[in-house]
């Protein structure tokens, strides 16, 4: 099918239904047009995987806040003023912000070694390693209208990028950041403790269910023992088995498949069928941030890791029965299927 075919079929009127039970959603964060579209098949009623308004409202710093709330270890961070003006603003606009900025106190409080990064990025790019304030100040004046986030460098004795699929099912895999891409996977290192694993796959479940992301990865830096969330916005992540590897591969396709298929026999035509995290939820209901928080472990202690390669024995999960989806299930970019032969 060519991509006109394709655009076609998504293009709809306002309030039109796209005809799809679910969707899922690997391309938005890049093509506006679909994020748009989506928003629109959404309030139609189609599951969204994941929630388009969500994640056009979610970026780092507010996940790292968010993190500190709910009891994760992250680094230290703090957010940094872009170094150019944005488009269409001048200095008048920025009369409320105090200057200069306390750069002593940032220094003392974050550190060196330390990373800084645009606030809401991802793969890597505009990414800088700082050693010291000369350093810090050379890549700062290279940033031009990003805003950027400064964040502790945690000098990790291990390393774990973990794949979370409908907030319940998490697959740990040992992981290698300062490897080139394609052997990030091929570690090295000593096998895990279960107890760390564990510690980890809470965290994980945590984090998404307050995000309230369907399909997204965290990593985790290991200091001493103890995990901090270092990645965990990233809700289209990488998933090519060039890079991953081919079990980790057939693990994310088949749990990705398997619950996109849960949705659709869940999905009802007409209402909202997205998943909000624990965050806006209580919010709406004017609660405390916390008051889900023991309803959400209670669901945490009833799910399993499944086992990625990681040279760790844990306990292979559950497997999702399979069934046919009402309507289609569309991935990566939705594409309406042919209806099946009698």
């Not at 150019?84 to 409080?109: C, K, M, V």
């Not at 979370?164 to 697959?171: A, L, M, P, T, Y």
């Not at 086992?307 to 069934?323: L, P, Q, S, V």
């Not at 009402?326 to 309406?336: H, N, S, T």
């Amino acid at each position: 099918m060519s991509r006109l075919q394709i655009v076609s079929n998504l293009i709809s009127q306002v309030s039109q239904p796209l005809d799809y039970a679910v969707i899922v959603d690997r391309i938005s964060q890049d093509v506006p047009f679909y994020r748009a579209t989506l928003k629109n098949a959404a309030i139609c009623g189609t599951a969204v995987i994941n929630n388009p308004f969500w994640w056009s409202a979610d970026e780092k710093f507010f996940n790292n806040a968010l993190a500190v709330k709910i009891g994760v270890p992250v680094p230290k961070t703090v957010i940094l003023p872009s170094k150019e003006l944005p488009d269409d603003t001048t200095d008048n606009s920025f009369r409320n912000l105090a200057y200069p900025l306390d750069w002593e106190g940032i220094f003392h409080y974050v550190g060196f070694p330390a990373y800084m990064k645009p606030f809401d990025g991802g793969g890597w790019k505009e990414v800088y390693q700082i050693n010291n304030l000369d350093d810090l100040w050379d890549k700062y004046n290279q940033t031009k209208q990003y805003v950027m986030m400064l964040q502790e460098e945690i000098i990790f004795q291990d390393y774990f990028r973990c794949y979370c699929i409908g907030g319940k099912h998490v697959r740990i895999m040992q992981y290698e950041p300062r490897n080139p891409h394609h052997l990030r996977y091929e570690h090295g290192k000593a096998p895990a403790e279960k107890k760390l694993l564990e510690t980890v796959k809470d965290y994980v479940i945590k984090l998404n269910k307050y995000l309230g992301y369907d399909f997204n990865t965290v990593e985790f830096a290991i200091r001493d023992g103890v995990p901090y969330a270092i990645d965990f916005c990233n809700p289209a992540p990488d998933a090519e088995v060039t890079s991953v590897g081919q079990e980790n591969f057939e693990w994310v396709v088949e749990t990705a498949a398997d619950y996109a298929i849960e949705r659709a026999k869940k999905q009802k035509d007409g209402q909202d069928n997205l998943t909000w995290g624990e965050y806006v939820k209580t919010s709406a209901a004017k609660e405390h941030l916390l008051s889900s928080e023991k309803k959400i472990e209670k669901k945490a202690e009833k799910k399993e890791v499944s086992k990625g390669a990681i040279d760790h024995t844990i306990k292979a999960e559950g497997a999702i029965k399979k069934a046919a989806p009402k309507k289609a299930v569309a991935i990566k970019p939705a594409v309406k299927k042919a209806p099946a032969k009698k």
